[in-house]
């Protein structure tokens, strides 16, 4: 089972972002676009494991402390660089309890033998890939890529959009499916965020 860990965002946010990618997609046409609804803020990509290990992470996950979250949905950008573009993204701005709740879940999840994230979390929402990995570290061999580049002059006469704010009051398990279409993501599990002491 392909899973990860992840926040919802609220549908009013995820309509404003669908009616921008609306408006920009022609600028990118050869772009691999994400499916509104499959829009997330990945806290922690795990890849695939076995239904028991699965069970495993499901416990750890429930033993995590951690506040709601507060995210406002702002700005645009491209990893791993905007010469080297493949994937564009919707920023987040957030207070710490965001990457304190990134931090917990990487932890919870290391006490399973899971190796711990090795670079900052960097919070964002991922709208369309450009071709290559959809990773947003820069990889050996990464060059000028043209497949955003249409899209990049035309942004670059807009202010940068807002498209809301919104508090976490829950993370969950996902399960990724691969399909022909492009990936579906469903929920397997929900951990609620509470005040912690």
Same mark, same amino acid.
């Given at each position: ?9 609220? &549908? ?9 990618? &609306? ?43 951690? &506040? ?42 290391? $006490? ?29 061999? &990464? ?13 670059? $006469? ?40």
């Amino acid at each position: 089972m392909r899973i990860f860990i992840a926040l919802d965002i609220d &549908d009013a946010i995820r309509e404003r972002i669908q009616r921008f990618m &609306d408006g920009v997609r022609e600028f990118a046409p050869e772009a691999r676009w994400v499916r509104p609804e499959s829009m997330h803020v990945t806290l922690k990509f795990i890849g695939e494991k076995p239904a028991e290990v699965v069970e495993e992470i499901k416990k750890a996950l429930a033993s995590v402390q951690a &506040d709601p979250v507060a995210m406002s949905f702002r700005g645009q950008g491209f990893f791993p660089t905007a010469k080297s573009a493949r994937v564009f993204w919707v920023g987040i701005e957030s207070g710490p309890a965001l990457t304190a709740l990134a931090r917990a879940v990487d932890s919870a999840t290391a $006490a399973l033998g899971i190796p711990k994230e090795e670079r900052a979390f960097s919070p964002h929402l991922t709208l369309a890939r450009g071709g290559g990995s959809g990773s947003p570290r820069w990889r050996k061999g &990464d060059g000028a890529n043209k497949s955003f580049q249409r899209l990049q002059e035309k942004l670059s $006469a807009f202010s940068a959009p807002e498209f809301g704010t919104m508090t976490a009051r829950e993370f969950f398990l996902y399960q990724s499916q691969l399909l022909r279409g492009g990936s579906r993501y469903t929920k397997i599990a929900r951990f609620a965020l509470n005040m912690t002491q």
